[in-house]
């Protein structure tokens, strides 16, 4: 697949949620509806928001139910953080998608194959995980036609809700949308991870050309790039840290609070809901973390490939240059957050893992006592 059709599948459904920067040439209409539109998904989201810490209140007694409703309460949350945090940043995340389109729309040769390739090979994990958020939403959404509950959610309300009244349809409706936002919610973490991939492949082809640096002009426009680049990732730093911590958070609290249902002996329609929430919480992280360690991995080889340049017996200033690359390379570039988030790379998800499961077994622990 195209990194085009790509860009346009992740801004369609990026408007569908909500989350997609509006573009500068977007009309004065196009500019009101986005903003009716972002208005309706916080008061939709809000309006289930209540109802599930209601929920979970309610049935503070009883610890399965409470804990699956926390774990829908926090899913909803990472959609109300998601929607909050993408509007502050949208100039910022608009800046960076038009940088990676106009890229892709005139990139050609080699750099295209490089970039094509980079983009494709977390296809077919990203399609797993946006088919298991699909089928989460579906599972919930349709849930009580297999199991007792009446309404998606395990939700409280202070008024009666007669089944096939008419506030039970509007009810019911509403937190379908809710669930829908819910599962379209994993785009935003697909934007990021095509982002990374995009500076993932621009390094890429910046090693292949230090390699093969012959001169000091060529030097010159290879150490810009590079500058170039440093100044995109810190960029797209500013725009997804506070994105990627919120991910973190939440899909871990979803996950710990989902497995309580799979373990105590709930009845296998709300266990299949859950597996999927649980599934969906441990790999979505996986999704930004893959290209953010890509990133973090071809940024330290650009040492390596300057230094395997031809500059021996060249000119000293061209080897001044060479030891600053060098020296720079060092610290590579990777998406932090300074004392929460110490790095997004394949060894901080592995330790996510790890952390997870280890609340979940104390939580486990606790509660049994």
């Not at 958020?133 to 349709?142: D, E, G, M, P």
Request: aromatic share 12%; glycine share 4%.
């Amino acid at each position: 697949m195209t990194p085009e059709r790509i860009y346009r599948i992740l801004k369609f459904f990026g408007r569908l949620s909500c989350t997609w920067p509006p573009e500068e040439n977007d009309n004065k209409f196009r500019r009101i509806i986005n903003d009716l539109q972002f208005i309706v998904m916080m008061t939709n989201v809000i309006a289930l928001l209540v109802p599930l810490m209601c929920g979970v209140y309610h049935n503070r007694h009883h610890v399965s139910t409470a804990m699956k409703a926390l774990s829908e309460l926090t899913a909803l949350g990472d959609v109300l953080f998601n929607l909050i945090l993408c509007r502050v940043q949208r100039d910022r995340l608009r800046g960076l998608l038009m940088e990676v389109n106009t890229y892709a729309n005139t990139v050609e040769g080699d750099e295209r194959k490089i970039f094509h390739r980079s983009v494709n090979q977390y296809l077919p994990f990203c399609a797993f995980v946006g088919l298991s958020y699909l089928q989460t939403a579906i599972a919930f959404s349709f849930g009580p036609l297999v199991m007792s509950s009446i309404l998606p959610g395990d939700t409280w309300y202070p008024f009666p809700i007669e089944i096939f009244s008419t506030v039970y349809f509007l009810v019911y409706i509403q937190q379908v949308v809710a669930i829908i936002q819910t599962g379209m919610c994993i785009t935003v973490d697909f934007m990021v991870a095509y982002l990374l991939s995009y500076l993932s492949a621009r390094l890429q082809i910046l090693n292949i050309e230090f390699r093969r640096v012959g001169n000091r002009r060529h030097l010159h426009a290879c150490i810009k790039q590079h500058l170039e680049f440093i100044r995109f990732t810190g960029e797209l730093r500013t725009a997804v840290r506070f994105i990627i911590v919120k991910g973190i958070v939440t899909m871990a609290m979803a996950a710990i609070f989902g497995a309580f249902p799979i373990i105590e002996n709930e009845p296998l329609p709300v266990i299949s809901q859950f597996i999927l929430m649980v599934i969906g919480g441990c790999l979505r992280l996986y999704v930004s973390a893959w290209p953010a360690d890509d990133v973090r991995e071809m940024s330290e080889r650009i040492g390596w490939s300057s230094y395997a340049s031809p500059w021996i017996g060249s000119s000293r200033e061209m080897q001044r240059a060479i030891s600053i690359v060098v020296h720079r390379a060092h610290r590579p570039l990777v998406i932090a957050v300074h004392g929460i988030l110490p790095a997004l790379t394949l060894k901080f998800y592995a330790s996510f893992l790890s952390s997870t499961l280890s609340y979940f077994m104390t939580l486990r622990a606790v509660l049994r006592n």
